[in-house]
């Protein structure tokens, strides 16, 4: 192509708001000489705007492909350190499984109330917690009392989620109490409401002093920050 042709396209791609460099690209000529040839042409406010607006596309020229590559590595670092993470851990001993079920009442257990008890909407924090009283207490499936809290929205899907609850813990559904019916009304949409299973609270039976003895057991935790 002649330099007058070059020129001439320069001059058309400059106007439709294509960047000096993606100029150079196309033309397979260097970014100096498309400012040379672009620098006497006057921008509408409009073509300003389109070359303002193309700047700060993160899909425009190399934009998207360095995007990519940082999105790949963003996604590498992390499936890496989840995995460190994960095999630090590695399987509890009974003396860890211990520790860790003491925290975790501590945190989300009942305190104030006569009998042991817990409350989550989280499966595996569930499940840590039968494991915990199952593996450290001899404690069995039919000690437990269950009752499962969900939205009023959600009441016509109770048996479905009472379902999830009793495969999740072992527990049979004769050992659920009466479900409670929460009649706030949520502001929040949820993206994928079909995962929504309320939150389920556990009792334990005959289990006042127990209780006791767990609160022996958070304190004991507490003196290690002193």
């Not at 929040?188 to 389920?200: A, R, T």
Request: glycine share 6%; charged share 35%; aromatic share 12%.
């Amino acid at each position: 192509m002649a330099k007058f042709q070059l020129k001439a396209k320069a001059h058309n791609l400059w106007a439709n708001g294509e960047s000096i460099k993606v100029i150079a690209k196309q033309l397979l000529v260097s970014p100096s000489t498309v400012s040379l040839w672009c620098k006497d042409i006057k921008l509408t406010p409009s073509q300003i705007l389109e070359l303002e607006r193309r700047a700060k596309d993160p899909k425009y020229g190399k934009r998207l492909e360095y995007s990519l590559k940082q999105q790949q590595k963003r996604l590498e670092k992390t499936k890496k350190l989840f995995e460190e993470g994960k095999n630090e851990i590695g399987i509890l001993n009974k003396r860890e499984l211990f520790l860790t079920g003491v925290a975790l009442y501590w945190a989300e257990g009942f305190k104030s109330d006569n009998l042991v008890g817990f409350c989550n909407s989280d499966p595996n924090m569930v499940k840590i917690f039968i494991h915990w009283l199952k593996s450290c207490f001899d404690y069995t499936e039919d000690d437990l009392r269950l009752r499962v809290g969900v939205n009023e929205e959600f009441r016509e899907k109770i048996e479905e989620i009472e379902n999830f609850w009793a495969e999740c813990t072992g527990v049979k559904k004769e050992q659920f109490q009466k479900a409670f019916y929460q009649k706030v009304k949520w502001k929040k949409i949820y993206d994928h409401p079909e995962d929504y299973h309320g939150v389920l609270r556990i009792r334990v039976k005959k289990s006042t002093d127990f209780l006791r003895k767990i609160k022996g057991y958070i304190y004991g935790l507490s003196l290690t920050a002193r």
